[in-house]
């Protein structure tokens, strides 16, 4: 089922996937010893300030490890029953056994409590270990476990009962949905429809060629979308909120390349807003940390161009949250 139209206006949402270590550790460059996690931590308070000064809504999708103050009590909230990828380099219990824990770049309860008491903020979920649904060897029952740790140790640590999911990789596994609906997470983020979107586990070189390029030039679909294309199988799943547009780092060797990436967003957003549709945009925390003061400067640009979006046209700022409450009680029409 769909949406019927209720928003009056076009809608910007912000999603972010909150991560540090926790979602790069089984890649094969990742660098745990650079500045780049202790920048991210003094990037995340100075994008939550910009949030609150212009009145900016966003969804914080976090890795439900980072929540724990110490190994201690990481262990006290781990689940009964562990993902058992046929890859073990896909699991982060595996990576811990071989790597240790280090408190600057697996837990961020202080900066998680920022999120909180940040006005407009949303706390999410990025699932407890950064769960990959559609990764071999796992199972539904290895999933549950993993949702139920991330919203135990919200609920102990904060008392917040989490309802938005983004799924790690965008790895969505449609026969897990129904899980995520009944272990209390009411929206999740799609994926765009466009075809170098599906499917993320397969990570072929074509699949990012044109990703990437599409950032400049129009490769696929159109990226905003209307109500009617927030789909839900039924009351017993959650909201599919589709993502528009993947915010890419700064490119430090081009200008013009920055330029033109920055552009393609804003027109996007400009078209979302004259056609009164919903524009998503999503990024992790740490995309900032290579070049936090250019990366920071482009999210100002954007969030004023939103500005003038809301003032000619009444676009207004959403999380994933908001959004779905401002749906509420929604007509349904079918496919």
């Known amino acids: 089922m769909y949406f019927m139209n209720q928003l009056d206006t076009g809608a910007w949402i912000i999603s972010l996937d909150f991560e540090l270590l ?7 460059d990742n660098k745990v010893n650079t500045p780049y996690f202790s920048n991210t931590r003094e990037l995340v308070p100075r994008m939550l300030d910009s949030f609150a000064r212009h009145y900016i809504e966003a969804t914080w999708a976090t890795v439900g490890m980072l929540f ?10 781990l689940p009964k029953i562990k993902p058992s990828y046929r890859n073990k380099e896909y699991s982060a219990y595996e990576w811990v056994k071989k790597h240790g824990l280090q408190n600057e770049y ?6 998680i409590k920022k999120i909180i008491d940040t006005p407009g903020q949303e706390l999410g979920s990025h699932s407890f ?3 990959y649904t559609l990764m071999r060897g796992q199972t539904p029952s290895q999933f549950r476990n993993d949702l139920q740790a991330a919203q135990r140790i919200a609920k102990h640590k904060f008392q917040i009962n989490l309802s938005s999911l983004v799924f790690p990789r965008n790895h969505i596994n449609l026969q897990y949905l129904k899980i995520c609906k009944e272990e209390g997470f009411s929206q999740v983020r799609s994926n765009p429809k466009d075809w170098f979107w599906q499917e993320t586990q397969h990570e072929r070189v074509i699949k990012r060629i044109y990703r990437t390029a599409d950032c400049f030039v129009s490769l696929g679909g159109c990226s905003s979308f209307g109500e009617d294309e927030i789909y839900q199988e039924t009351e017993n799943y959650p909201l599919e909120i589709p993502a528009s547009r993947l915010l890419r780092p700064y490119y430090q060797k081009s200008n013009l390349i920055n330029k033109w990436r920055l552009q393609r967003v804003m027109n996007e957003m400009t078209s979302a807003a004259k056609q009164k549709k919903i524009y998503h945009l999503w990024w992790h925390p740490h995309n900032f940390a290579n070049n936090p003061k250019a990366s920071l ?4 640009i954007l969030i004023n161009h939103y500005k003038n979006l809301k003032e000619t046209y009444g676009m207004k700022s959403f999380s994933m949250q908001s959004l779905a409450n401002a749906l509420n009680a929604p007509t349904f029409k079918s496919m």
């Open 129 to 131: 270990a950064h769960y």
């Open 106 to 111: 697996h837990f961020a309860p202080d900066l």
């Open 22 to 28: 926790w979602g790069i550790f089984d890649k094969p």
């Open 68 to 77: 724990a103050e110490n190994k201690e009590e990481w262990e006290s909230f």
């Open 297 to 300: 400067n482009e999210l100002e």
